[in-house]
Nanobody, 115 residues
């Protein structure tokens, strides 16, 4: 069993920054890909950013240049640095991990951007 625990969400003013963390624990041998998704009220869950075990990254168009995904393989942790936050970034942010044993989701952390 693998658990993903997100932290770092909260309330921030537009233009501000937040850093999300997602720590994986349990029966982990290797994590292939870790991602951040988000889901705003009334909308489908969408991909925010992806990072492979080798460090290759990919971003959704709406966050390019503002968000940075990184990972610490020794700690089985992925981070999402979010800068220049906009009102439309308000959502629940979910961590996702793809392991050889399957795919896993975190419980989500709320990010609210206020004007």
């Amino acid at each position: 069993q693998v658990q993903l625990v997100e932290s770092g969400g909260g309330l921030v003013q537009a233009g501000g920054s937040l850093r999300l963390s997602c720590a994986a624990s349990g029966s982990i041998f290797s994590i292939n890909v870790m991602c951040w998704y988000r889901q705003a009220p009334g909308k489908q869950r969408g991909l925010v950013a992806t990072i492979t075990s080798g460090g290759s990254t990919n971003y959704g168009d709406s966050v390019k240049g503002r968000f940075t995904i990184s990972r610490d393989n020794a700690k089985n942790t992925v981070y999402l640095q979010m800068n220049s936050l906009k009102l439309e970034d308000t959502a629940v942010y979910f961590c996702y991990a793809h392991l050889a044993s399957g795919v896993y989701w975190g419980q989500g952390t709320q990010v609210t951007v206020s004007s």
